[in-house]
């Protein structure tokens, strides 16, 4: 599965385990791939690089984007459905209302 974002396909993984959600991106440098998770929240403790974060609604419609955030951090939003972990500077040309595209392999 992968994210397209500004026109550049990432692979994207799902954090759909207990481990999974629970390591995510921790402890890991040269991240060049994506992760998504079903959920409101996440943080950005133990991280080694930062970080660009896309938080969607039920339909995939962004609600805020977050760009090149740094290590110790707690995203919530009520309104969350879905959070995307992206390489560091992976967003540049997203705004908030777009719709998240998946391609499916």
Known sequence: MKIIIDKQEIELQRANSFFKRLKG?????NI????????????TFFMREKLDIIVTNKNNNIIKIYKNLDKNKIIFHKDACYIYELPNN???NLQ???????KED
């Not at 908030?96 to 998946?102: A, H, L, N, Q, S």
């Open 90 to 92: 992976s967003v540049s």
């Open 32 to 43: 060049k791939k994506a992760l998504l998770f079903k959920t409101k929240s996440i943080h």
């Open 96 to 102: 908030i209302g777009d719709k998240i595209i998946i």
């Open 25 to 29: 991106f921790m402890f890991l440098t």
